[in-house]
């Protein structure tokens, strides 16, 4: 079953990590020095929060995380249908984690990555420049593209 990600700017983590841990009512799944992370059952969220990437606080991208690489693969067919440019980023690190991934935006140009995600970390990683896909993508931002434009 897919889990919806929202990933969040923030300007201090540490008070985000206490509002959002008070508003979901747990603590975060994975917390670093500039990320965290909760993995929620209700609603089915992966939810992440992190400073010191963004050029912009704020929402930062969405997107639909696979269980596995079969589920992965019928939502890149439908990023496909979607007859907008998709960027394969294939393998990557980013937020912590160890991904296969691709990127879209959606008319509007609010980035969606989608992906799979197989182990963990310890670096935070970084991504590609996906001028093609979003003229709204902040430039040098992890997890979402960044865009000359």
């Not at 201090?12 to 909760?38: C, N, R």
């Not at 067919?77 to 991934?101: F, I, N």
Request: proline share 4%; net charge negative.
């Amino acid at each position: 079953m897919k889990r919806f990600h929202v990933h969040v700017g923030v300007t201090d983590l540490d008070q985000s990590i206490a509002f959002y841990s008070t508003l979901f009512g747990v603590a975060p799944t994975v917390t670093k020095h500039d990320y965290a992370k909760w993995m929620l059952d209700d609603p089915r969220v992966n939810f992440a929060i992190s400073s010191g990437h963004h050029a912009v606080k704020g929402i930062e991208h969405l997107g639909i995380q696979a269980e596995t690489t079969e589920e992965l693969q019928q939502v890149y067919g439908m990023l496909k249908d979607a007859g907008r440019p998709v960027l394969e980023e294939g393998a990557t690190t980013c937020c912590y984690a160890k991904s296969e991934k691709s990127w879209i935006s959606d008319p509007d140009g609010v980035v969606w990555e989608t992906f799979h995600t197989s182990g963990e970390a310890t670096v935070y990683g970084d991504s590609p420049a996906l001028d093609a896909v979003s003229l709204n993508a902040a430039a040098g931002q992890c997890c979402a593209p960044s865009c000359g434009g």
